[in-house]
């Protein structure tokens, strides 16, 4: 089968592997889409031994069953599937209070197991949920990323936040834009560093944008709240600078989360934090039960996961790659078509 294959630091080439076989529960996918995913890209770019070559990347993936195995969840062959990208025990603490995200199992495809830039995916049938009809494969791979907005929403929902300031526009604070105003009903204010991007998330819906490390962004937030900041920030960025700037944007009360992975160690005013009572929140992933919200939201139409995404054969994977890691104007998300 062809891949894009990953052998070895700051290298990647279309290569052709054997078909993989499937263990007991197993289910054997014939790959429809595959995302580029932005942890991918740091990852490749800072020679991150979170993805180790060599190996296949690619955990954003819906599919078509071609063997379904012995699993008795009952997936038959040609039916159509969108995988949760972690693979989980089931068993552990976090998993039985329904926190499968959190599973101190966990594995993730791309990164402990073989993923999906590839024609064939070996999947258990535990991480995979129906792919409803009339939801586009481009747009069903993209179920992850968008259920990474959706679990944020569900963290901020016990805050009625009213207004939401989002930091990057890339497909992370896109899909968490799109989940927060369709869940909770906010305006937002999305910064980013790209216009093509800023554009993108006008058409989306955002109330305001702002060329990120411009006055701008300080100046439609003292607008909108009078001042004191806004109910809630969230940092798809994930630099020391955005995350200090999420503190300082989020009112007395309000609530930060920060899902970007861009930087790790980073010092701030933990007195502000402290005396203002601001929460801050870290998210990672998703559980099942938000993928197939997400899921739902894409076949209700309420979400556009097309119109700014780019689609790119396999065999042109290693283009794609490049074109997502040093995106310019129109470049914010590329897909994988086997």
């Known amino acids: 089968m062809t891949t894009l294959f990953y052998p070895a630091w700051e290298s990647l080439e279309i290569r052709d592997l054997p078909v993989p076989g499937i263990s007991e529960g197993g289910v054997l996918l014939k790959v429809a889409a595959c995302g580029i995913c932005g942890s991918e890209l740091e990852t490749y770019r800072n020679r991150s031994n979170r993805r180790t070559p060599?190996?296949?990347?690619?955990?954003?993936?819906?599919?078509?069953?071609?063997?379904?195995?012995?699993?008795?969840?009952?997936?038959?062959?040609?039916?159509?599937?969108?995988?949760?990208?972690?693979?989980?025990?089931?068993?552990?603490?976090?998993c039985r209070r329904?926190?499968?995200?959190?599973?101190?199992?966990?594995?993730?495809?791309?990164?402990?197991?073989p993923g999906a830039f590839a024609e064939y995916v070996s999947v258990p049938a535990s991480s995979l949920i129906p792919w409803p009809e009339g939801v586009p494969a481009q747009a069903a791979c993209l179920a992850e990323p968008l259920a990474n907005g959706v679990h944020i929403a569900d963290r901020l929902q016990p805050h009625k936040p009213?207004?939401?300031?989002?930091?990057?526009?890339?497909?992370?604070?896109?899909?968490?834009?799109?989940?927060?105003?369709?869940?909770?009903?906010?305006?937002?204010?999305?910064?980013?560093?790209?216009?093509?991007?800023?554009?993108?998330?006008?058409?989306?819906?955002?109330?305001?944008?702002?060329?990120?490390?411009?006055?701008?962004?300080?100046?439609?937030?003292?607008?909108?709240?009078?001042?004191?900041?806004?109910?809630?920030?969230?940092?798809?960025?994930?630099?020391?600078?955005?995350?200090?700037?999420?503190?300082?944007?989020?009112?007395?009360?309000?609530?930060?989360?920060?899902?970007?992975?861009?930087?790790?160690?980073?010092?701030?005013?933990?007195?502000?934090v402290t005396l203002s009572e601001k929460t801050v929140y870290g998210s990672y992933a998703?559980?099942?039960?938000?993928?197939?919200?997400?899921?739902?939201?894409?076949?209700?139409?309420?979400?556009?996961a097309e119109s700014w995404v780019q689609t790119f054969p396999l065999e042109r994977g290693v283009e794609a790659f490049h074109r997502m890691l040093n995106a310019q104007g129109n470049d914010i998300k590329g897909v994988l078509l086997p």
């Open 54 to 94: 060599p190996l296949v990347m690619g955990h954003e993936f819906c599919g078509t069953v071609v063997n379904p195995g012995t699993s008795p969840l009952h997936f038959k062959e040609g039916q159509q599937v969108v995988s949760y990208a972690l693979v989980i025990c089931g068993l552990c603490r976090p």
């Open 286 to 304: 998703a559980t099942l039960g938000e993928l197939a919200y997400a899921v739902k939201l894409m076949s209700e139409g309420k979400v556009d």
């Open 98 to 113: 329904g926190d499968t995200h959190l599973c101190t199992k966990r594995e993730v495809f791309g990164m402990h197991r």
């Open 162 to 272: 009213r207004t939401v300031v989002i930091l990057g526009a890339g497909p992370i604070g896109l899909m968490c834009q799109q989940a927060v105003q369709v869940m909770l009903g906010v305006r937002t204010i999305i910064s980013d560093t790209v216009p093509g991007r800023l554009e993108t998330a006008k058409k989306l819906g955002a109330f305001a944008v702002a060329k990120a490390g411009t006055s701008e962004l300080d100046a439609q937030v003292a607008e909108v709240s009078e001042g004191e900041g806004v109910d809630a920030v969230i940092d798809a960025v994930g630099s020391e600078t955005t995350k200090q700037l999420a503190l300082k944007l989020v009112r007395p009360g309000g609530a930060v989360v920060w899902i970007g992975l861009h930087e790790n160690t980073i010092s701030f005013d933990s007195y502000a």
